[in-house]
């Protein structure tokens, strides 16, 4: 009876009000003629309403009057009230927590239950969905987004609305911080900070050779995983949401990292993502951003008019590496690095000379070595294998390998990352033996057999299958206790080398490098 | 229209008034949506105004939840620009906030009770569960059953339920909650008037049921 009735219920009863009540009953009689209904919720009504008024008032007095302070002071903060998403079903996704939010939108962990994996939604901000234009090339962006595929650029598996028209991204949710979080935890070394800068710029520089262009660029957008590999967040978010966001540290992040042609309103393109990179190299080497000011105007006027020197701050630094910082902040966009790609090789010809036992290669520089000249580091790990391997006074029998080394040990809990490695110098004539873990590696390890012991950093190890971060050093130290001699190569993530490295160093290590396939070089020289 | 008060509106972070005013601009405009928006800044200030001034409220049984909002109000809204319509979009938004406090206060409370572990103190070291804070032990429950009964109220007329959050729980007048919802001063009276008719009868109140005129 209820949604046509109620209407008139309420007609009915102010009526029924301004009748005497003797005559009421005749009322509600005629009124409700043939509606039991109606009548049975009239006449109820009708009873409770003298002395409603002042029964709610009395309520209102009684639950509300006092003892707000005490209920102001324990209730929950206004971003600790229940989720209404969480535990919600969006699509085939189970909605479980909430694991970031913020001016651009919110993000949740769910359960993808029809592929059984782990994903992050992300809903965006309602500052995008109040502008239908926006908001249709918001997911025009984020879908070519989506094509991009590129190790640091955030997986995107899904952008879709749900049943009620709000648009989300369903993306892979990886473990880790953002690199804004990073940056609050305190200073970055140097070899972490270029390690990071050219892993956004290979991500920029994917992007851009597909016409995509970030526009905003910034920490809160850097996501960090636990394996210190970077994936870039947010693509396509930038150009439809401006600097308009809610909240304090939404609009803080936003103008920090913006270009001059932006701050001006000038349409950004690739060279505005590289400003912001030269903001964030600057921020992550200098520990402060070149334009900082409570006041987000004093920022844009800084942005505009003040030139950073970086070498105020880092006098330590390579001119190269200022020198490059310098030229991605130039104020015309003409003036800087045009492409990423340029930023991408600048910042590895930047990495620190290696020390003379060091090894450090990445992926990128073996293939500049494969391509040409023959590296520096790599002849000086060369010349220690074929001097400490000549050193060891017992050779094993039938080595063909054209270095000193004809049988390797090679701990790695995954074998897929280096099989074709593996073959490789087997193919060469290198005996390898391959073990999991650092127990079996122990047992395994004859001094008499290999000269050479490669091991990962990190692994998972034991009944339980638990993640050691250092398994690596475990194994060094307790191959060392036992055999002096030992001579161990860390064969890790670009990250690990870069957290490692001196420690590995001084542990004794021969060397640490982050690309496997230049163990066929080293071995097999 | 709340008058400005000799205290100085304060240190509120200029981005949340620009929100503020951007989204009771959107309401005045039409966008509904965005008292959902709306309402969770002013639930924080109205958090955070009862934390700063607490010691000045000590022993005030006068202090209540009107008093808060307008509070809030001059905090939050530039009075420059504030007109009517300004001013009852705010009140219908800290009303919501209101309600959402109160609930969620209830049902901590009855947790806690549940789990036998009341034993809380305030930091002013009163027992919070003591008779400035509440005169009636069933208070939670009480606010539940409100809440409950307001629940299927809003199933039946989302209108009456709109009405009764702005009278009920922020304080507004017949004008603001009409100005605030959209609706003519008539409509706003016949619904409450109903409302607290039909509210008395799902909260049990039979006590003074039987005409008594």
């Known amino acids: 009876m209820i949604g046509l009735h109620w209407d008139r219920l309420e007609v009915l009863l102010e009526q029924a009000d301004e009748i005497p009540a003797a005559e009421r009953a005749a009322f509600v009689e005629r009124e409700t003629a043939g509606d039991q209904d109606l009548r049975a919720e009239l006449s109820t009504l009708l009873d409770a309403s003298p002395g409603a008024a002042e029964y709610i008032s009395r309520l209102r007095r009684e639950l509300l009057g006092s003892g707000v302070e005490g209920m102001l002071h324990e209730v929950p903060r206004a971003d600790e009230l229940p989720d209404p998403w969480i535990g919600r079903m969006v699509s085939h996704y189970e909605i479980s927590e909430r694991i970031g939010g913020g001016g651009m939108g919110v993000i949740y962990r769910a359960r993808d239950i029809r592929l059984g994996r782990t994903v992050a939604l992300k809903f965006i901000a309602p500052e995008i969905r109040r502008d239908p234009e926006a908001q249709r090339r918001f997911l025009h962006e984020a879908r070519a987004a989506s094509a991009l595929d590129h190790p640091n650029i955030c997986t995107i598996h899904e952008v879709a609305e749900t049943d009620d028209g709000r648009p989300y991204i369903v993306m892979a949710a990886y473990d880790g911080e953002t690199l804004r979080e990073r940056l609050r935890r305190g200073p970055m070394p140097e070899r972490e900070a270029l390690d990071f800068g050219e892993q956004i710029a290979g991500a920029l520089a994917a992007a851009h050779q597909r016409g995509i262009v970030h526009r905003d660029v910034k920490p809160d957008n850097v996501f960090v995983t636990r394996d210190g590999v970077v994936k870039l967040l947010d693509f396509g978010l930038a150009r439809t949401a401006d600097s308009r966001m809610s909240g304090p540290d939404a609009v803080e992040g936003t103008v920090a990292y913006m270009s001059p042609e932006q701050a001006t309103g000038q349409r950004a393109d690739q060279r505005s993502d590289i400003w912001a990179l030269g903001v964030i190299l600057y921020e992550m080497l200098a520990g402060v951003r070149p334009f900082a000011a409570d006041d987000p105007r004093v920022v844009i006027e800084l942005i505009l008019t003040r030139d950073p020197d970086l070498r105020l701050t880092r006098p330590d630094l390579a001119p190269g590496i200022t020198d490059l910082v310098h030229r991605m902040l130039a104020k015309r966009p003409a003036r800087r690095s045009a492409h990423a790609q340029e930023v991408l090789e600048a910042l590895e010809r930047c990495r620190l000379p290696a020390a003379p036992t060091a090894l450090r290669l990445g992926g990128r520089r073996a293939r500049a070595l494969r391509a040409g000249a023959p590296g520096f580091a790599l002849v000086i790990l060369a010349t220690v294998l074929a001097l400490r391997t000549r050193a060891t006074p017992e050779r094993a029998p039938g080595r063909t390998g054209t270095g000193s080394v004809s049988h390797v040990l090679w701990v790695d809990d995954d074998s897929s990352n280096n099989a074709t490695v593996i073959h490789q110098l087997r193919s060469r004539g290198v005996q390898v033996t391959t073990s999991l873990n650092t127990a079996d590696a122990l047992r395994q390890y004859d001094p008499a057999v290999h000269q050479l012991v490669i091991s990962d950093m990190g692994r998972y190890e034991g009944a339980n299958n638990e993640y050691v971060g250092r398994a690596g050093f475990e194994l060094l130290e307790q191959l060392r206790a036992r055999h002096d001699e030992v001579q161990l190569v860390f064969c890790t993530s670009t990250r690990a080398v870069a957290m490692n490295r001196e420690e590995a160093l001084a542990s004794g290590a021969l060397g640490v490098v982050d690309d496997c396939e230049e163990i066929v070089r080293l071995v097999g020289f | ?213």
């Open chain 2, 1 to 213: 229209m709340i008058s400005r008060s000799a205290d100085e509106p304060g240190d509120v972070a200029p981005a949340c008034r620009d929100s503020v005013a951007r989204l009771l601009g959107d309401l005045r405009a039409g966008r509904r949506e965005a008292l959902d928006e709306l309402f969770p800044l002013v639930y924080q200030e109205l958090r955070e105004l009862a934390h700063r001034q607490r010691s000045a409220w000590q022993g005030n049984d006068t202090l209540d939840t009107t008093a808060l909002v307008h509070e809030a109000y001059l905090k939050l809204v530039d009075q420059r620009g504030a007109t009517w319509e300004t001013e009852a979009h705010f009140l219908a938004a800290a009303a919501k906030a209101i309600r959402h406090i109160l609930i969620n206060y209830a049902r901590d409370r009855r947790a806690k009770k549940r789990g036998g572990g009341w034993q809380q103190v305030s930091l002013s070291g009163q027992g919070i569960d003591g008779a400035s804070a509440s005169p009636d032990p069933a208070w939670e429950d009480r606010v539940l059953a409100l809440e409950e009964a307001l629940q299927r109220l809003a199933g039946l007329s989302e209108r009456q339920c709109r009405i009764v959050e702005c009278r009920f729980f922020g304080g507004m007048t017949v004008e603001q909650t009409a100005l605030a919802l959209g609706l003519s001063t008539a409509t706003v009276t016949r619904g409450w008037a109903m409302a607290r008719a039909w509210l008395r009868r799902a909260l049990g109140d039979t006590g003074s049921l039987a005409r008594q005129e």
